[in-house]
């Protein structure tokens, strides 16, 4: 992955928040505030101006200053989150060029990341139970041979099954634990817009 790469994978990130704001607005309004998909929309429409009006050296540049535009323009849980992610995963990605390799690392440190932010674990119906899963997959494709492209559309496919795995549970964490056993029977936005991010990594390096 090039700077250009990454580039991209954050437009099409941003172009699939906005086709599924709505969803995610849904999706939140059963078990949370109802503002997962303006607030998704709004931070990543930012990130989106920020990249336009910058240059950028490596790929570590790219998600930090989008981690960091996210943290600056998103209420709610999610800003903080995903800037945190982004900006963990900017920090170990200091070349122009990473490998698969490489951006699993950063990936896996935006993930400790989030873990330390929200104090989730696998099973408590956040957005870990989406990219825990991704991460896994993606580790898994490159240990057996896989390259970029085998590894993101494997992480893809995992973080979708984790998605859909958070519709029977109970929330324990954010504003879902709330409602306790009436959580259960509702897929978590945070899930879903892990999905929609994975998803962008394989579209944009499957070209």
Known sequence: MDTDTALAWVRAI????????????QLDAAIGDADHGTNMHRGFSAVVATLDGSRFTTVGEVLTKTGTTLVST??????????????AAGKQLTDPVVTAEQLLEGLTAGLEA?????????????????????????DKALRNGGDLVAAALAATDSAEEGMRATI??????????????RSQGHQ???ATSTVLIFHALAEVVSG
């Open 188 to 190: 978590d936005p945070g």
């Open 74 to 87: 998103v209420g709610g849980a999610s800003g903080p989150l995903y800037g945190s992610a982004f900006r």
């Open 168 to 181: 029977p549970m109970i929330a324990r964490k954010g504003r879902a634990s709330y409602l306790g056993p």
């Open 114 to 138: 989030v873990q330390r932010l929200g104090a989730a674990q696998p099973g408590d119906k956040t957005m870990i139970d989406a990219y825990r899963p991704a991460l896994d997959a993606f």
């Open 14 to 25: 941003a172009e699939a928040v906005t086709e599924h704001t709505d969803q995610l607005t």
